[in-house]
């Protein structure tokens, strides 16, 4: 019920209504649980299958020679670097699903195993179990528990397989460059021996023991720190040269090069790590996807700080290299006595110094490049095996149950308080009291049709809500009547309130109570009560037109009830309010005041029509009647006013209360 300034609906009103209309709540509550066995009939059950792998620390940005076994911890290998939330993206991308379906379905087209791929896109989940985590958790969902599990088996299986490829393949193109390096300095060293043993020969050279130990030492030294800045320039140069020769930027860089700059060994593997990941996403999208684009942008932007940074450490390295020759030209110039032959050796010994132990150095970097391809490892360690409960996870039974049940109360409950919100009419004793200040004579409870027996509820003997409350009605007016209030009106102020029931009812109530009672049917329009009891044929009409000449010829005494007497309305007239009117009628109440003990008369609605302001100048009281659930509590304000204008006592009475 809503509620203007002063009246609100509580809590209490609201469990009323509820315990009211509970046919509601079970309506709702069978109907709602129906459609959730109707939807868990309908849905198939799915299972959820978990696993947890652990990212390895070394994987995660450090050298890989513990990945590699212990034993080759010291020989520097550098693997690939992982980033987690990459990692993490990788493992739900196109690109693993479909190798899984092609391992499943390996007759299937490109189309098949894409669409394949994508459905179990939609069944996969990874996502890492926190921040500071490296841990990452794995779930399928797939009907069957043991192919959810075989699934999940298969996705870690295949991505494992990836990341040894990608390894392979970048250890591989280092084995290519070294090999492709040897070739060219095995050519190197050779013509170098052939010139030292031509030149020895020629002049017949074969001992230089005689410099000066020295200046000898000073040599040997600026020698020694010459190849290893000749070596840093030589790579240095290989690697821009490389750099500047792939326009297209599909080559890998080589990786632990020996140019001793973190900074650029650093910048390598990143680029190696994006060109991977590049050509990974080209296997199963186009190069006009966003993401292609901007991987492409970061590898040509890397590209560039790569080249600066390399002629930088070219430039570096030739002003290192001049300070040192000049240092190795004062050293070489202090051996005066020296042959000319003596310079010339030294200057193609160091020259095949240089290359023997660039030689030397590559033929390291070999073997270490094969052990690492042979003591690869995933990156990744399970944790938690692929596993799977026996019971579904969806659909959630008790869950749907739950909702089912909720909404089956929510409803109605919701259905309920906006009916009573938006409902304007009175309910109860507190809608009276809060708007009008007139006397609550009291409520009459709503009866049902087999409980009416010929309008009346009132009967001797019989025990009932609706027949207490008339008696209540009886007991409480004879204590609130003043002397004198004989003739009472009971009016509304519209029509369906219950007038005739209650006016019937109350004298009834009254004439069992001892009282000698009239009953007037005062409403000359309807005739309700006349109709009811089935009243004579002649009755007020007919005497105040003058067809009667005795107006107690027209009453009818009630059988089951000697007290109580009945004045019909008798045949309907045109003008009802000018017959009222008449010096007649009152006349006629002159004289039953003084036959009866009280009158009550059943007048028409006062709202509609004049007949009732002429009925209610012969009364000395007001029934005024409300009917919960039909009379607007507008009505309520201007009752007061009424009350005072026509000086009438006027007693309110609340019909049909649930």
Known sequence: MSRNNHTFLTIGDLLRLCLHKWRWFVIFLAIFLLFAVLDLARTPKRYTSHASLLVKEESLG????????????????????????????????????????????PEADEATLLALAQGFQGNFSAE??????????????????????????????????????????LTNN???????????????????????????????????????????????????????????????????????????????????????????????????????????HLTYTSDQNPLIVNLENEIAALRKSILASVENHIKTLDIELRALRGYHHEATAKISSNPAQAKFLTSIEREQKVKESLYLYLLQKKEENEISITY??????????????????????????????????????????????????????RDLEANCELPLLGEVPGAGRKEIEGGLVVVEGRQSLSNDAFRTLRTRLCLMASEGEQVFLVASAEPGTGK????????????????????????????????????????????????????????????????????????????????????RFSALMTQLRARYEMIIIDSPSSRLIADSEV??????????????????????????????????RMYLVLNDIA
């Open 128 to 169: 890492r179990e926190s921040d500071k985590s490296s841990v990452i958790s794995l779930s399928y969902n797939d009907a069957s528990p043991e192919q959810a599990v075989k699934m999940l088996s298969l996705i870690i299986e295949v991505y494992n397989d990836k990341w040894l490829e990608d390894q392979y393949l």
């Open 615 to 648: 009925l209610l100048r012969q009364a000395d009281s007001v029934f005024f009647l409300l009917r919960a659930g039909w009379t607007p509590r507008s009505v309520l304000s201007g009752l007061d006013g009424e009350a005072a204008a026509n000086g009438k």
């Open 62 to 105: 450090t050298n890989a020679g513990k990945g590699n076994g212990e034993e080759f911890s010291d020989l520097g290998l550098v693997k690939q670097k992982s980033n987690l939330p990459n990692e993490v993206r990788h493992l739900a991308s196109l690109d693993v699903l479909m190798e899984v379906a092609r391992r499943l379905r």
């Open 174 to 280: 280092t084995s290519q460059f070294i090999d492709n390096r040897l070739l060219l300095l095995e050519e190197e060293l050779d013509r170098v021996d052939d010139s030292i043993s031509t030149y020895k020969s020629r002049y017949g050279i074969t001992d230089l023991s005689s410099v000066s130990d020295i200046y000898l030492k000073q040599q040997s030294e600026s020698d020694a720190q010459i190849l290893i800045l000749s070596n840093q320039k030589a790579m240095a140069e290989y690697i821009r040269d490389l750099i500047e020769k792939d326009k297209k930027g599909r080559q890998l860089l080589i990786v632990n090069s020996g140019i001793n700059n973190p900074v650029i060994e650093s910048q390598i593997t990143q680029y190696n790590t994006l060109l991977m990941q590049l050509n990974s």
């Open 376 to 429: 690869s490892n995933p990156n990744t360690r399970i944790i938690d095996i692929p596993h799977c409960s026996s019971r579904p996870t969806s659909p959630k039974v008790l869950r749907i149950l739950f909702a089912a049940i909720l909404l089956g109360l929510l409803v109605p409950l919701t259905l309920i308080f906006l009916q009573a919100t938006l409902d304007e009419t009175v309910h109860t004793r």
């Open 500 to 583: 005739t029931f209650v006016s019937m009812n109350l004298a009834q109530a009254f004439a069992l109570g001892g009282k000698k009672i009239l009953l007037m049917d005062g409403d000359l329009r309807r005739a309700g009560a006349s109709r009811l009891w089935k009243a004579g044929e002649k009755g007020l009409a007919d005497y105040l037109e003058g067809k009667e000449s005795d107006v107690l010829k027209c009453i009818s005494r009630r059988e089951d009830c000697p007290g109580l007497e009945v004045l019909p309305a008798g045949h309907l007239p045109g003008d009802p309010a000018q017959l009222l009117q008449s010096p």
